[in-house]
């Protein structure tokens, strides 16, 4: 709990400013979402250059992985050995998905109790505002917001399951729960989303929908940056 209150504090921060400037609350967590996304893009960029350093080691890991088929212990050692030779880091793909967990529960205690961290009686009152066919943003929505959070949030997750790459030794393992994690959490975000603030739930729908919207961005720019790294203008 205190861990959390940590991180909703200087959140409240942010959001109060937001506000002081634009005097809406639904804009201001429009606005809110959009700067916590910008402040992860470059781990999202840094997990794009991780990718195509994957793509160029990719033959070696598949050597490896046929050469030590019959001993796992022995292929996780040399597979280790090549990500430290190469300076890859297959767990940098997950990082910015874990980082939003810490922030997203964090907001979830600044608006379920406004009065402890948002303590002017203009936050206090613009958090009960209301936005198109939300009356109350303080209250949960229960069926429009959590529909559209979880139909976002299938489609974010596809996007976070194609980046992502894994080990080879473990994805026949991870292959059967991330399919399962593809249809199960974006139940689950309908299900809590009829329990959350509306703010909440219009956080992460507007959040997915920037990940939608940076996928696109960050695939051309992949795009670019590989034909830079062939025609040698560019590193990893």
Not at 62 to 82: R, S, T, V, W
Request: proline letters at 6%; hydrophobic letters at 45%; aromatic letters at 14%.
């Amino acid at each position: 709990m205190r861990f959390f209150s940590f991180i909703a504090r200087p959140l409240s921060y942010l959001l109060s400013g937001i506000y002081s400037v634009v005097h809406n609350y639904g804009l201001t967590l429009f606005l809110f979402t959009i700067i916590v996304r910008l402040c992860l893009f470059p781990l999202y960029a840094s997990q794009i250059k991780g990718q195509i350093k994957m793509s160029r080691i990719q033959p070696q890991m598949k050597a490896i992985q046929k050469k030590y088929a019959h001993d796992k212990q022995e292929l996780n050692m040399q597979l280790q050995k090549l990500y430290k030779q190469e300076g890859y880091n297959p767990m940098k793909g997950c990082l910015p998905m874990l980082l939003q967990f810490p922030i997203l529960i964090g907001l979830f205690y600044l608006l379920r109790n406004p009065t402890i961290f948002l303590n002017t009686d203009e936050m206090i009152l613009a958090v009960h505002e209301g936005l198109f066919w939300i009356s109350d943003l303080s209250q949960p929505d229960p069926w429009i917001l959590p529909i559209m959070a979880g139909i976002t949030t299938f489609f974010s997750f596809q996007i976070t399951q194609m980046q992502s790459q894994m080990d080879p030794s473990q994805q026949n393992q991870m292959a059967g729960m991330m399919k399962m994690m593809k249809y199960f959490f974006p139940v689950m975000i309908m299900w809590m989303g009829h329990t959350f603030p509306a703010g909440l739930a219009m956080y992460w729908f507007v959040g997915n929908l920037f990940t939608i919207v940076q996928y696109q961005v960050l695939r051309k720019w992949r795009k670019r940056l590989e034909k830079m790294i062939d025609e040698g203008k560019g590193s990893i």
